[in-house]
């Protein structure tokens, strides 16, 4: 066992594994402009962060009046999304180096992700990153997604770990508030650094307020070997 002790940990994807977004915008901005939709900025996908692909299409039909159903117009951005994805993922430099120096711990991990199973696979598959992962799970797989505890408790229960020995990686607040929900610690790392008062992230065990570039592959596992450390 490492001197981790007993732990396990739990990724979230977009936006904290792999910066994501940029691809998730596009597609969603093409998607939008064949409904008539020729505006959507930036701005309007960061209010998005964080929630799963299929009730952002739920917000979508409401926030913009669309007469077509949640899931067909996911159907239509799904395509777009893969081949963005499959293309030009970017996996933080930090957090490659991170999952890198757990797996040479032996430390169990799993991802639980908002996207679907199809595009989680893509993901892992491009990036390199699927051989380091134990368990790979969409919030499609259990009933409700996040800020609800379901797909962290599912990712647990695949590597066989007890929610209090897990720490969930997240970089959105109804992510932050699963965790917690789940029973289990939580590193966040905002994506939206204006977003760190969120109060989702208030019960965050650490919070990095500026995100990705406040996080350190070996500052990050100092701090979970010193947590460990302290609850022996």
Not at 77 to 88: F, G, T
Not at 97 to 122: N, R
Not at 151 to 172: N, S
Not at 217 to 223: M, P, S
Request: aromatic share 8%; with cysteine.
């Amino acid at each position: 066992m490492s001197d981790l002790g007993a732990l396990s940990v739990i990724f979230d994807l977009d936006g904290t594994l792999v910066d994501s977004e940029p691809n998730y915008y596009e597609a969603s901005r093409r998607t939008l402009a064949e409904h008539g939709v020729p505006d959507y900025s930036w701005a309007d996908h960061r209010s998005y962060v964080g929630v799963s692909t299929l009730e952002t299409a739920a917000l979508w039909r409401e926030r913009y009046g669309l007469n077509v159903p949640a899931r067909t117009l996911l159907a239509e951005m799904n395509p777009r999304y893969l081949d963005l994805a499959r293309k030009r993922t970017v996996v933080y430099p930090q957090m490659r180096k991170f999952v890198e120096l757990l797996a040479a711990e032996g430390v169990p991990m799993a991802v639980a992700s908002g996207s679907s199973p199809e595009v989680v696979e893509a993901i892992l598959a491009a990036t390199g990153l699927g051989p380091y992962l134990r368990a790979a799970v969409s919030s499609e797989e259990v009933p409700h997604g996040k800020p609800a505890p379901g797909v962290f408790l599912e990712a647990a229960r695949r590597l066989g770990a007890a929610p209090a020995d897990c720490v969930v990686l997240e970089d959105a607040a109804p992510g932050a508030a699963a965790a917690r929900a789940a029973g289990m610690r939580c590193i966040a790392i905002p994506y939206v650094a204006a977003q760190a008062d969120a109060p989702g992230f208030a019960t965050a065990d650490l919070l990095l307020r500026g995100g990705q570039r406040e996080f350190t592959a070996q500052g990050t596992y100092a701090w979970l070997r010193d947590t460990a450390a302290r609850s022996h």
